[in-house]
């Protein structure tokens, strides 16, 4: 079995959407007012890792469709590159879809879905145990398809004979109704004290506009 390192070179890869909705349902919050860096220093220090890259991912809506929360996340992936972490972005693409009412009828909605951004975050987890850039990939995100990301990096765990951990951090409260990490990985949960001590301080949001729940979700993803 390959030796464990003593310092543990940590990335941080954030799905930007999966974290906000998980935010939302374990602890209220109606937008995405979490700080990436201070989490992932926040988990890192917990866990006596080194934490020497954070990556950020999530879909957008286009000024057109949307102009509050392209503003908002235009406005915070600036931010964010400013600082230092690496962000990778791309336009919602919309379609129709039908919800249940609760009377018993139907309704169709316009639904933005993210197309390519969780593609992006899984060849980039890939592509930095391939390269020897981490012992732990820190993925902030409970979506199990990236359990099959776990499975490619004990593979090239195993090619390598070197030791590499995949762990996913994702936050929890007794109001929660999804409590698992991404099969195959470590789970690190994160408590409300935790997460709040991590908030963003800043406002992206255009004069006198008013947050509303953001529309982005994937295929079976969000409230």
Request: proline content about 6%; aromatic content about 10%.
């Amino acid at each position: 079995m390959p030796a464990e390192p003593a310092v543990k070179r940590t990335i941080a890869f954030f799905d930007g959407q999966n974290l906000f909705y998980a935010a939302k349902h374990a602890f209220g919050y109606s937008w995405p007012n979490y700080d990436p860096l201070k989490l992932a220093r926040a988990v890192c220090v917990a866990q006596g890792w080194q934490l020497d890259r954070v990556c950020f991912y999530t879909g957008l809506p286009s000024p057109q469709d949307n102009a509050l929360w392209n503003h908002f996340w235009t406005a915070k992936l600036a931010h964010m590159g400013r600082v230092g972490i690496q962000t990778f972005s791309r336009h919602l693409r919309y379609r129709n879809q039908t919800v249940l009412l609760p009377d018993g009828g139907t309704t169709t909605v316009l639904v933005g879905n993210e197309k390519g951004v969780d593609v992006r975050l899984a060849l980039d987890i890939v592509g930095a145990a391939r390269d020897n850039a981490c012992d732990v990939a820190l993925v902030f995100s409970q979506d199990q398809d990236l359990s099959e990301v776990a499975d490619e990096v004990r593979a090239i765990s195993i090619q390598q004979d070197r030791w590499i951990k995949l762990a996913c951090a994702f936050p929890v409260s007794p109001t929660c109704t999804n409590t698992r990490g991404i099969n195959k990985t470590d789970w690190i949960k994160i408590d409300r004290r935790t997460y709040d001590a991590c908030l963003d301080p800043r406002d992206y949001r255009p004069k006198g506009g008013k947050i509303h729940r953001p529309e982005a979700r994937r295929d079976g993803e969000g409230p």
